[in-house]
């Protein structure tokens, strides 16, 4: 190709579009452009595999703890452990131990102490509940199913190396050979281990749940939506809609983003020194750790509330000012139903974040042991994080596995909300 | 009426939050992070049985449950405090200043301490406390002077020691793990020393070791692992050279992938610990408020519950958790003295 192909008009510039310099040029842009392409590919990913990563050590942990060893037990009450005028005060550990004697036959009473210990100790207490609710039982068999002690548990999923030397594993050799019997006899399951979510915290890994947990974490959120939802809202239409522009708002408005960045474990402080020093709440309360959520909570929502009412345009404010709305009118009338997809999905945003944050809970309390479900918001209880962190300072083996599950439910309910905050979005706000 | 109901919840809010501070039918209990398993254990237990509401039960370790149980009398205070040692003097005059006056002490048992280094390592560990002391302190004397820690390599202490360097993983400062450590082992090894003995007799201050043996080098080779004991179990897994510092419950539940380090060739097991052959163990207490009992509801039961044979005996459901129990006539002692209530002193 020669100069005098090009159109006369990039001839006249100067350009030369075949030079080596003008080839050169374009092929280092090409290139530049790949290496964004390649580097821009690479870091998502790196992000997917990291996401990955965590994901197969959470499931592949946890899933572990989403099933639970049961053994199925026939056990005859007798009237010499259990007086049939107080059956609440019976001697249920004999009970449960004279059951395991009669499986087992030939143990003698060294051998029958730990056999006893296969079941998980709520045992006795199962069969005090089903006598206590039916004192006809005593002299009968009762049959349950409850869950085994942690280390058949482990046994039992296969976590116990048995070939290992003995005085490296919890169980002995005669440990394991009885619980082997048991599977041959049929009376270990494995069914769902839905306690993970109806039970409170317990000692014993075969018996915790997070049930306490969920509940203080959704009364600890209600609190704060009911405290940050309102006072954000009104926070975000009196600083876009009436305050007026000077230097006062703009301080407002920096302040606000600025408390937007401010660590949690901050508020954490605060409402330690305020909540608890001053006003004298109760430790460990979720209405507590939802004031203080709220605190946390709060810049974000209103944030989000005034980018949701900024994005409303001014033609329908004006609209509803020219046919003589007052300016209240206008906002609640008009403006605010319009911004509401916004406010919620930025609401919900902010809630999320609420639910995952731990740091300024433990510091009001809320890591405490707590084996009921609170009733009220006032009642001490822990949140989901808290849960997690107490169950991964456990030495229990079982708490492991069960550590890793209780992270995939706190993932399962953020993701949910997301997904709740993506619905509300594409369903209900509107593009002008 | 979207407004109506806002300001209606609100209000409900506060009228709520108002009366919260009301009544209190749970017990309170904070404090050490080690007799935290103990305390659970006693308080699910006494609900099971008696069907009372749970006592609420804080880690708060025991410096943090001291400063909150010593805050005062009354129903937003906690009735009970776990402690991984003897309350101090301090501690007892704060206690004092607030009108907490009337407070019991029971000594519950002892809690091995344990180092434990991976399977996948072939050394059969066996330290004495010296040697210990001589990998771990910040100075360590040579040739009758103290000098910055010289060790790198347990080879450098004694040639019979593996030549492998020194990695050791520990509680920090703030624990009482950290404390009881530095009591038992840094001291105690440090005493052990001969040049040791000399230079604390030349300087004539009877506290010497204590001001001069307490200090954990910071040089790299005493690696401060934070809290979570099982963090320290997986660093453990992942470098088979490294050694690590925690309670025994941890080395219990941790068999298959730990081997306990003797001392002075005794391994830490139940029984040693029980016996006192393995030096290092450390005394548990709980502290209660006599001014509360009878007051919160089931207080009194619970800590008779806690002090009771079958939580505390040999074969107690506390000894399966891993607690060295008291011998007998301690135990019918710290009984007796809780059943009467009888207040402790502390003066030094």
């Known amino acids: 190709m020669t100069q005098t192909d090009l159109p006369a008009d990039l001839q006249s510039r100067g350009h030369d579009w075949a030079s080596p310099r003008a080839r050169a040029n374009v092929a280092r842009r090409r290139r530049s452009e790949t290496v964004l392409r390649v580097v821009g590919l690479g870091a998502i990913l790196l992000a997917f595999l990291m996401l990955g990563i965590l994901l197969w050590t959470l499931i592949s942990q946890g899933s572990l703890a989403f099933r639970q060893t049961h053994i199925t037990l026939n056990v005859p009450v007798a009237a010499e452990h259990v007086d049939p005028a107080d059956p609440a005060k019976g001697n249920y550990?004999?009970?449960?131990?004279?059951?395991?004697?009669?499986?087992?036959?030939?143990?003698?009473?060294?051998?029958?102490?730990?056999?006893?210990?296969?079941?998980?100790?709520?045992?006795?207490?199962?069969?005090?509940?089903?006598?206590?609710?039916?004192?006809?039982?005593?002299?009968?068999?009762?049959?349950?199913?409850?869950?085994?002690?942690?280390?058949?548990?482990?046994?039992?999923?296969?976590?116990?190396?048995?070939?290992?030397?003995?005085?490296?594993?919890?169980?002995?050799?005669?440990?394991?050979?009885?619980?082997?019997?048991?599977?041959?006899?049929?009376?270990?399951?494995?069914?769902?281990?839905?306690?993970?979510?109806?039970?409170?915290?317990?000692?014993?890994?075969?018996?915790?749940?997070?049930?306490?947990?969920?509940?203080?974490?959704?009364?600890?959120?209600?609190?704060?939506?009911?405290?940050?939802?309102?006072?954000?809202?009104?926070?975000?239409?009196?600083?876009?809609?009436?305050?007026?522009?000077?230097?006062?708002?703009?301080?407002?408005?920096?302040?606000?983003?600025?408390?937007?960045?401010?660590?949690?474990?901050?508020?954490?402080?605060?409402?330690?020194?305020?909540?608890?020093?001053?006003?004298?709440?109760?430790?460990?309360?979720?209405?507590?750790?939802?004031?203080?959520?709220?605190?946390?909570?709060?810049?974000?929502?209103i944030i989000a509330a005034r980018n949701a009412l900024k994005a409303v345009p001014p033609s329908i404010r004006e609209a509803a000012l020219g046919v003589g709305a007052s300016k209240q009118q206008v906002v609640f009338g008009h403006v605010l139903p319009l911004a509401m997809p916004g406010i919620l999905t930025g609401t919900i945003i902010g809630l999320a974040q609420a639910l995952g944050e731990t740091a300024p809970l433990l510091l009001i309390g809320m890591n405490a042991f707590v084996t009921s479900t609170p009733a009220t918001p006032f009642d001490a209880s822990t949140a989901l994080p808290t849960q997690i962190f107490i169950w991964a300072d456990s030495p229990e083996r079982g708490f492991t596995s069960r550590t890793s599950a209780a992270i995939l439910v706190l993932l399962g309910f953020l993701v949910m909300m997301n997904a709740l905050a993506i619905f509300l979005r594409n369903r209900f706000e509107r593009r002008w | 009426?979207?407004?109506?109901?806002?300001?209606?919840?609100?209000?409900?809010?506060?009228?709520?939050?108002?009366?919260?501070?009301?009544?209190?039918?749970?017990?309170?209990?904070?404090?050490?992070?080690?007799?935290?398993?103990?305390?659970?254990?006693?308080?699910?237990?006494?609900?099971?049985?008696?069907?009372?509401?749970?006592?609420?039960?804080?880690?708060?370790?025991?410096?943090?449950?001291?400063?909150?149980?010593?805050?005062?009398?009354?129903?937003?205070?906690?009735?009970?405090?776990?402690?991984?040692?003897?309350?101090?003097?301090?501690?007892?005059?704060?206690?004092?200043?607030?009108?907490?006056?009337?407070?019991?002490?029971?000594?519950?048992?002892?809690?091995?301490?344990?180092?434990?280094?991976?399977?996948?390592?072939?050394?059969?560990?066996?330290?004495?406390?010296?040697?210990?002391?001589?990998?771990?302190?910040?100075?360590?004397?040579?040739?009758?002077?103290?000098?910055?820690?010289?060790?790198?390599?347990?080879?450098?202490?004694?040639?019979?020691?593996?030549?492998?360097?020194?990695?050791?993983?520990?509680?920090?400062?703030?624990?009482?793990?950290?404390?009881?450590?530095?009591?038992?082992?840094?001291?105690?090894?440090?005493?052990?020393?001969?040049?040791?003995?000399?230079?604390?007799?030349?300087?004539?201050?009877?506290?010497?070791?204590?001001?001069?043996?307490?200090?954990?080098?910071?040089?790299?080779?005493?690696?401060?692992?934070?809290?979570?004991?099982?963090?320290?179990?997986?660093?453990?897994?992942?470098?088979?050279?490294?050694?690590?510092?925690?309670?025994?419950?941890?080395?219990?539940?941790?068999?298959?992938k730990l081997k306990g380090v003797k001392i002075d060739g005794v391994e830490p097991q139940t029984e040693t610990i029980a016996d006192g052959s393995y030096p290092l163990s450390r005394p548990l207490y709980f502290y209660v408020k006599n001014a509360h009992r009878g007051v919160i509801p089931n207080l009194d039961e619970f800590v008779n519950a806690y002090v009771a044979e079958d939580a505390l005996a040999s074969d107690g459901y506390l000894a399966e958790r891993g607690l060295v129990a008291l011998g007998d006539d301690e135990r019918t002692k710290l009984q007796d003295d809780i059943q009467s209530a009888t207040p402790v002193e502390i003066t030094e």
């Open chain 1, 93 to 301: 550990r004999r009970v449960i131990a004279a059951a395991m004697s009669e499986t087992f036959p030939e143990a003698d009473t060294t051998e029958q102490r730990a056999l006893s210990k296969i079941l998980s100790n709520q045992a006795q207490f199962v069969v005090r509940d089903k006598v206590v609710a039916d004192p006809g039982l005593i002299g009968n068999e009762v049959r349950i199913r409850v869950p085994v002690s942690d280390p058949y548990d482990q046994l039992a999923k296969g976590q116990v190396d048995t070939t290992s030397a003995a005085e490296t594993r919890r169980l002995s050799d005669v440990e394991i050979a009885n619980f082997r019997a048991l599977e041959e006899q049929g009376l270990i399951s494995k069914p769902l281990n839905w306690a993970l979510v109806t039970a409170n915290d317990s000692r014993f890994p075969e018996l915790a749940g997070l049930k306490g947990a969920i509940v203080g974490s959704a009364y600890a959120l209600l609190i704060c939506f009911l405290i940050s939802f309102p006072l954000g809202i009104g926070a975000a239409i009196y600083l876009e809609e009436f305050a007026p522009r000077n230097r006062l708002s703009d301080v407002i408005e920096v302040n606000i983003n600025n408390l937007a960045a401010v660590p949690s474990i901050v508020f954490g402080l605060l409402a330690l020194a305020v909540f608890l020093g001053w006003f004298g709440m109760p430790r460990g309360a979720p209405f507590v750790g939802g004031l203080t959520l709220a605190l946390m909570t709060l810049p974000t929502i």
């Open chain 2, 1 to 256: 009426m979207t407004r109506m109901k806002i300001t209606v919840s609100a209000l409900a809010v506060v009228a709520l939050s108002a009366t919260a501070a009301a009544a209190r039918d749970q017990i309170r209990i904070v404090g050490s992070s080690t007799v935290f398993p103990y305390t659970q254990a006693v308080a699910e237990e006494f609900s099971n049985q008696t069907g009372a509401p749970a006592p609420i039960v804080e880690s708060t370790g025991t410096g943090g449950g001291m400063q909150i149980f010593c805050g005062g009398i009354g129903e937003q205070h906690p009735d009970l405090t776990g402690a991984s040692r003897r309350m101090k003097k301090s501690e007892y005059d704060l206690c004092q200043q607030n009108g907490v006056t009337d407070v019991s002490e029971a000594l519950i048992g002892y809690d091995g301490l344990s180092i434990a280094g991976s399977r996948a390592n072939e050394t059969d560990w066996n330290l004495t406390l010296a040697q210990i002391f001589q990998a771990l302190a910040a100075e360590v004397p040579v040739d009758g002077q103290m000098v910055p820690n010289p060790h790198t390599k347990w080879s450098d202490i004694d040639p019979s020691l593996p030549d492998t360097e020194i990695i050791v993983l520990g509680p920090p400062p703030t624990s009482g793990t950290r404390d009881a450590f530095v009591e038992l082992a840094m001291h105690a090894g440090c005493e052990q020393i001969d040049e040791i003995a000399t230079i604390a007799e030349e300087s004539g201050n009877e506290d010497w070791v204590a001001e001069n043996c307490s200090r954990m080098r910071t040089d790299g080779p005493f690696i401060e692992a934070g809290e979570n004991d099982n963090l320290i179990v997986q660093r453990l897994e992942s470098d088979p050279n490294a050694l690590g510092i925690f309670g025994y419950s941890f080395l219990f539940e941790n068999m298959d």
